[in-house]
């Protein structure tokens, strides 16, 4: 009696655990402007309606998602992407990528993908 509760125990917490992997896509890629120079700050929001995941942006202008991604169409926002005072920032890319009604960044993810480039435009001089 006891090899059987122990059998069922250890059955019970292998599929929980196999419920419990991460699944999905892991992307990886760069966010630069038409010039070649890389954003360096900031984070990327993509969104496909149902699932949404945010990937910090280093300082070389990589992200990673290594969590998984759900394929799926993805619209990309982009937030903090701004430098000097807090009070006071100064966008660094163009209004439309703020906001996901306005952004045209879109990312289909159909499996892992290592190599994604964004480019973005620059915010217009005030």
């Known amino acids: 009696m006891m090899t059987r509760q122990i059998a069922f125990c250890l059955l019970a917490l292998a599929a929980f655990a196999i419920g419990c992997g991460e699944s999905g896509s892991i992307i990886q890629g760069k966010v630069q402007f038409s010039d070649g120079s890389p954003l360096t700050v900031g984070e990327l929001i993509f969104d496909d309606g149902a ?3 945010v990937a ?3 300082d070389q202008g990589n992200f990673t998602i290594l969590k998984g991604m759900p394929d799926g169409i993805y619209k990309i926002t982009i937030q903090g992407a701004a430098e000097g005072e807090y009070a006071n920032p100064k966008p660094l890319v163009d209004n439309r990528y703020i906001d996901y009604g306005t952004t045209d960044l879109e990312l289909t993810v159909q499996g892992s ?3 994604i480039v964004l480019t973005v435009d620059r915010a217009k001089k005030r």
């Open 113 to 115: 993908a290592r190599d």
């Open 51 to 53: 699932y949404s995941e």
């Open 56 to 58: 910090p942006i280093d």
